[in-house]
């Protein structure tokens, strides 16, 4: 693989939040609310279905099911697209946490310092190898770690900083690696919810020392099951994980140290290969989807009792999930509501990871990380992809505002429904050059 990067490709535009909604239809008061998946991976499927099926008869018929030349395929593109000059394939994005920790002789007696907010594996691949997790609070309004928090955890232990991106935005890296730098520390992005985010003109998985990568097919470049990817501009180190993820062993047979087996398949890499071909027009479509609820929100009269998200200067967010704020006292009934009305919703996590019982040895305890804390009983994530349509965002808000009363006063009044927003023609949401 080339060490050469590509320059001037990350040329992206900001998400158009000042959009107006545009349209009206009279809502009625006795219209139907139609089912709305949290996530709908068959209408993704429907669009690719015939690049999709090709390329897995391609590998049947080759009979080639572990690495192969899917993967390193897979790896040299996705290493162009994050621009670095480096990419090893895994088994999971799990695995994509715990390889670079390896290939930076991480173990116990150790501390690494990570989010509680974020979802489990972050902390759990520490743990796997004996070492710590310290935990940071986070910033209430990214909902990423707050890097002003992280010095005064450091101590003599400390090896590594694991910012997490969550939800499809870059974390306020700067001044994560300046604290590296100063200590000595390695930085870790953990990007499973973030490839094609851009942090001040840099591609996410080209900012830290290395970066982790998942594609569950929930992710905005998911498989057909797990898989995962580290990305690191050090040829060293990736060779040295690359030789981690096939127990240690280099060449066949010859075990330089112990590894274990996290082998990306090539059906995996196949998929992924044709999806990863369509991933900036389905980010397009969801930074149009998040305005669009943005705008919806507001067109309800909402915006007192939902919180929606904010897009950082200098950031790209990609919206993997597009996660609001509600009053605590109401999070949980206004989930019940809307899946009553066949509304499909999540909670990205309602216990953070300083009160998981696993981690009670570290001696934490309600109240030690408040804004993680408030995050996970207030947040709740609306449906998102790609293909989801205006009328079901409608739905989905509509279905909000019923739930605290708005929608019958409005209605009354004969409220317009909102319809698609339109950004100027020739306007780009997102251009790779």
């Not at 990067?5 to 239809?25: A, E, S």
């Not at 090709?54 to 994050?82: D, H, K």
């Not at 066949?252 to 992924?272: C, I, K, M, P, T």
């Amino acid at each position: 693989m080339s060490d050469q990067i590509p320059q001037g490709r990350w040329n992206r535009q900001p998400l158009f939040r000042g959009c107006g909604v545009k349209g009206v239809t009279r809502v009625s008061a006795d219209t139907e609310l139609r089912p709305v998946p949290a996530l709908d991976l068959k209408a993704q499927y429907q669009t690719i279905k015939a690049e999709i099926d090709e390329v897995i008869r391609n590998v049947v018929e080759n009979q080639m099911f572990v690495m192969g030349p899917e993967v390193s395929g897979l790896e040299a593109e996705i290493a162009r697209y994050c621009q670095v000059s480096h990419a090893v394939g895994c088994a999971s994005g799990s695995d994509a946490i715990v390889l670079p920790l390896m290939g930076w002789d991480i173990g116990p007696g150790d501390e690494v310092i990570t989010t509680p907010y974020t979802f489990f594996a972050t902390a759990g691949a520490v743990w796997r190898l004996g070492a710590k997790p310290v935990f940071v609070d986070i910033d209430p309004v990214t909902f990423n770690i707050r890097p002003d928090a992280i010095e005064a955890a450091i101590t003599s232990r400390t090896k590594a900083i694991i910012p997490v991106h969550l939800y499809g935005q870059a974390a306020d890296m700067d001044p994560i690696l300046e604290i590296g730098r100063r200590h000595g520390l390695k930085v870790l992005e953990d990007a499973a919810q973030a490839i094609g985010a851009g942090y001040h003109g840099r591609s996410v998985g080209s900012i830290g020392d290395a970066a982790s990568l998942s594609f569950y097919p929930s992710k905005n470049l998911g498989g057909f099951g797990d898989g995962g990817m580290i990305t690191s501009g050090d040829e060293a180190f990736a060779k040295r994980v690359a030789r981690l993820r096939v127990h240690g062993m280099e060449p066949r047979y010859h075990h330089h140290e112990v590894g274990f087996n996290s082998r990306l398949d090539a059906l995996q890499a196949a998929v992924l290969r044709v999806k990863l071909r369509h991933l900036d027009d389905w980010t397009g479509a969801r930074r149009m989807i998040a305005a669009r609820y943005d705008g919806l929100i507001r067109e309800f009269g909402l915006t007192d009792l939902v919180t929606t998200p904010t897009e950082q200067s200098g950031s790209f967010h990609v919206f993997n999930q597009y996660v609001v704020r509600v009053p605590e006292a109401e999070r949980d009934n206004l989930r019940k509501d809307l899946a009553d009305r066949k509304i499909g919703t999540e909670i990205y996590y309602p216990i953070p990871l300083h009160l998981q019982v696993c981690f009670a040895s570290l001696g934490h305890q309600v109240g030690d990380f408040p804004e993680s804390e408030r995050a996970a009983n207030q947040t709740l994530a609306l449906p998102i992809y790609p293909e989801l349509s205006e009328d079901s965002q409608v739905t989905v808000v509509e279905a909000m505002a019923a739930y605290f009363g708005r929608a019958a006063r409005e209605q009354s009044r004969g409220i317009p429904r909102p319809h698609i927003f339109r950004i100027p023609e020739g306007t780009p949401i997102i251009r790779r050059d």
